[in-house]
C-alpha cells in the first residue's frame, strides 16, 4: 500500500468513525429520550421519601432514558423499511443502510438491557420490571400494531405514559397517587400531540401503508374534531391531583393555563384543519409537559414557604 493509500484510509477511518457514534446516536431518538428522561425524574421525584437525593433520582431518570434509548434503536430497526418509504424518515442511518441490523439491535440490546439492570440494581425489582414491560409493550406490540390498525395510537400512549410511574416507583417502590396521576395526565396528552403530528405526516404515512387516522379513508375529517376530544378529557384529568388533595395552588394554576392553551390549539386545528394549525397544535402540545412538571416540583415547594 503506498503512502498516499494508506494516508487516504486513515482519513476516512477518522472520518467513519464520528459518522457512525452520530448514526447510532440518531437511533436513540436523543429528543424523545431527553423528555422520557426528564419524566422519569419528575415521578422519582415525587415518590422520593425525605433521605433520598435528587441526584438518586437524576440516575433513575438515565436509566429510564436508556430503556426508552433502546426500544427507539429496536424501533428503527424492525420499521427500516417504512422509514425507508417515507420522504420524512427515508435518511435515517436503518434506510440508508449506514448501521447495519446487527449493529442496531446490538446496541439496542446493550441499551434496554443496562437501563432495564441499572434500575433492578439501583432501586428495585419492580421498576425494572415495568421498565421492560413498557420496552416490550413498545417494540412488540405498539410497533407491528401501527401497519395493521387504528388502535395503535392507544396502545402506544400505554409505554409513553410510563416514564413517570417507572420513576415514581423507583424511589417510592410501589405506585401511589401522584403516580397514577401524572400516567393518566400524560395517556391523555399524547393523543392531539400524535394526531397533530399524523395530520402534518397522513400522506407519507399512507404512502408507507401505516394505519393512522389521518392517513384513512375519511380520516382527515375527523382528526381536528379527535384532537380537541381528547384535549377537553385532559382537563378534568390535570386536574385530579388537585381535587384529590396532593396538589395545591401552584399546581392548578399551571394546569389551567396550560390546557387552555393546549385546548384553544386543538379547537383551531378543528376548526380549520390545516398545516398551520397542526403545527400550532404541536408547538403548544411540546410546551404543555414542562410548563405542568415545573408546576408540579414547585408546588409543595411554595405551599411550604406559604403555610409553613
Known amino acids: 500500500m503506498s503512502i498516499l493509500e494508506r494516508r487516504t484510509t486513515t482519513l476516512a477511518r477518522a472520518t467513519a468513525a464520528p459518522s457512525l457514534l452520530a448514526d447510532l446516536f440518531t437511533l436513540t431518538k436523543p429528543r424523545i429520550t431527553g423528555f422520557v428522561a426528564l419524566a422519569a425524574f419528575v415521578g422519582a421525584a415525587l415518590g422520593a421519601p425525605k433521605d433520598v437525593s435528587l441526584v438518586y433520582c437524576a440516575w433513575t431518570g438515565f436509566f429510564v432514558m436508556l430503556c426508552s434509548a433502546g426500544a427507539s434503536a429496536f424501533n428503527q430497526t ?24 446487527r449493529d442496531a439491535i446490538l446496541l439496542a440490546t446493550f441499551l434496554g438491557g ?43 400512549a400505554l409505554p409513553g405514559a410510563a416514564p413517570p410511574l417507572v420513576g415514581y416507583v423507583a424511589t417510592a417502590e410501589a405506585t401511589g397517587e401522584w403516580a397514577w396521576a401524572l400516567f393518566a395526565v400524560l395517556f391523555v396528552w399524547q393523543f392531539p400531540h400524535f394526531l397533530a403530528i399524523a395530520w402534518l405526516f397522513r400522506d407519507d404515512y399512507r404512502k408507507a401503508g401505516l394505519k393512522m387516522l389521518p392517513a384513512m379513508p375519511g380520516g382527515e375529517r375527523v382528526t381536528g374534531r379527535s384532537a380537541f376530544l381528547y384535549s377537553l378529557v385532559l382537563l378534568p384529568v390535570s386536574l385530579g ?3 384529590i388533595g396532593i396538589a395545591s395552588t401552584t399546581y392548578l394554576a399551571g394546569a389551567l393555563a396550560s390546557g387552555a392553551a393546549y385546548t384553544a390549539a386543538s379547537a383551531w386545528f378543528a376548526l380549520r384543519t390545516n398545516t398551520t394549525s397542526a403545527r400550532t397544535l404541536l408547538v403548544v402540545s411540546l410546551f404543555y409537559l414542562p410548563v405542568l412538571f415545573a408546576c408540579v416540583l414547585l408546588d409543595p415547594l411554595v405551599r411550604e414557604r406559604i403555610f409553613g
Open 114 to 156: 443496562a437501563g432495564v439492570i441499572g434500575l433492578a440494581l439501583l432501586c428495585n425489582l419492580l421498576a425494572a420490571l415495568l421498565a421492560l414491560a413498557t420496552l416490550f409493550t413498545y417494540v412488540a406490540v405498539y410497533t407491528p400494531l401501527k401497519r395493521y390498525s387504528t388502535l395503535n395510537t392507544v396502545i402506544g
Open 241 to 243: 391531583p388537585v381535587v
Open 78 to 101: 424492525l420499521e427500516r423499511d417504512i422509514d425507508r418509504a417515507m420522504e420524512r424518515t427515508r435518511w435515517r442511518p436503518m434506510p440508508t443502510e449506514r448501521v447495519s441490523v
